[in-house]
């Protein structure tokens, strides 16, 4: 289809339904990434088995993901204010289907290791695509609250998918789940091309930059501290949902509770039911908590250690009190939230996508740091604990040496959201506000 067929398509859509439309393609790719992403928890027991690998093995698969995703974050936020969010929509989904389709094909680890990296090389897009689609076709006071709703809507989603990937894996292969979602990102990247339209009105654009405007304004956006430390502290409220609800916490559970993967993946999930009813309604009352982020930012990071302590140390039986802990524990981690509206209202209109996907960077990057580092606290583990058993086995004591590094890092998370919000920044930032005109 021709771009101008496209817009001959967008011109005959009602004026109300095309702005859903296109939040729905970039909300459907969001749903679409954090199933790759966590992916690794449900398939890494058949992965482990069908390619030999240790626990340091699978942590490095899996974090293939993230390495080159987090590398692309922050250059996808800029090439996405250049250029748009249409075309690299378009291109994401594509080559995140040629990464399904490898790594359903893969026979030797090198294989699934790059299909892997296409994957996240091709998701790196959605995110901060989707948000820059956000602002531009809904009025800025509402940007908090429809960043909430496309979480909402992406992890109710992911938790149907992700249990019914599992029984589909018990009952099939996770060959067939991979190629299925070969199909579906391809059809992300078409529906991309077709319906997207960057802007209500191309002519309301902003006045293009010069490419030494616009470095000027990225090199201010790499160089704001406390940019820095709000990514950092939101990278490990992530790491809780991406690396133990997202893949050591499921086999870990599984083991504890002695029940089977497809089990273990629904009392995991019950974080994403907190994410998804929570996200919405911290994006209505950012307004209301805009001049106490530093005491939400501190009680969140402080109460997710807690709990997640609770379910490492000491395990409940129940497993309906153990899922209830993992949605309340979903609840605190919608902070996030708070931080990328916090950031776009901090920045030049001009860069704000730059900076979402710096932001996102430093938010995932904690993954591939993390995912690695707990299996490889494993191996050791199971190493000198086990000693002369030949293959590693791992138990209850292992899993819990390992996830320590978690709890521990939500302290250092805990101190950083102290000095995010000092009065230094106040005086110093002179946050954005966007308003729209229709």
């Not at 249990?163 to 990102?185: F, H, N, P, T």
């Amino acid at each position: 289809m021709t771009n101008y067929e496209n817009q001959e398509l967008q011109s005959r859509l009602p004026r109300q339904v095309l702005p859903w439309m296109i939040w729905g393609i970039g909300t459907a790719f969001v749903l679409f990434q954090f199933l790759l992403q966590l992916s690794s928890g449900v398939l890494v027991g058949q992965l482990m088995h069908d390619f030999s690998m240790t626990a340091l093995s699978a942590g490095i698969m899996s974090g293939a993901y993230y390495y080159i995703y987090v590398i692309l974050q922050t250059p996808a936020g800029m090439l996405i204010d250049r250029f748009g969010a249409k075309i690299l929509l378009t291109i994401g989904g594509l080559i995140s289907a040629s990464g399904c389709a490898l790594f359903a094909m893969s026979h030797q680890i090198w294989q699934a290791d790059v299909a892997r990296v296409l994957m996240g090389g091709g998701s790196s897009f959605a995110y901060v695509g989707t948000l820059y689609l956000i602002s531009n076709w809904f009025p800025a006071r509402y940007f908090s609250l429809m960043l909430g709703l496309s979480d909402f809507v992406a992890t109710i989603a992911t938790i149907a998918a992700n249990v019914y990937v599992a029984k589909l894996i018990e009952q099939m292969s996770w060959r067939v789940s991979m190629g299925g979602a070969a199909v579906i990102a391809a059809s992300i990247g078409i529906l991309s091309w077709i319906i997207i339209k960057n802007r209500p009105h191309e002519t309301h654009a902003p006045k293009k930059q010069t490419a030494k405007q616009f470095w000027q304004h990225a090199v201010s956006v790499f160089t704001n501290p406390y940019l820095w430390l709000n990514g950092i502290f939101i990278g490990v409220v992530f790491a809780i949902v991406s690396v133990f609800s997202g893949m050591w916490g499921i086999p870990f559970i599984s083991l504890v509770q002695n029940i089977q993967t497809s089990q273990a993946t629904l009392v995991v999930s019950m974080i994403f039911v907190g994410l998804a009813f929570g996200c919405p309604v911290i994006g209505m009352i950012y307004p209301l908590v805009r001049d106490h982020l530093r005491a939400v930012y501190v009680s969140a990071a402080l109460i997710l250690g807690i709990l997640l302590a609770w379910l490492i140390y000491w395990p409940p039986t129940s497993l309906v009190l153990y899922g209830g802990i993992m949605a309340v524990m979903g609840v605190f981690s919608c902070v996030y939230v708070l931080s990328f509206t916090y950031v776009k209202e901090s920045v030049s209109p001009d860069v704000q996508t730059t900076a979402i996907g710096f932001t996102n960077a430093l938010c995932v990057g904690t993954v591939p740091f993390f995912q690695p580092l707990v299996g490889y606290i494993l191996h050791l583990s199971a190493n000198w604990r086990h000693r002369g058993v030949g293959l590693e086995v791992y138990d209850a004591v292992d899993y819990q040496w390992a996830l320590s590094v978690l709890p521990l890092s939500l302290l250092i998370a805990a101190v950083l959201g102290w000095f995010i919000f000092s009065k230094k920044t106040a005086e110093e930032e002179s946050p954005a506000t966007m308003t729209a005109d229709w």
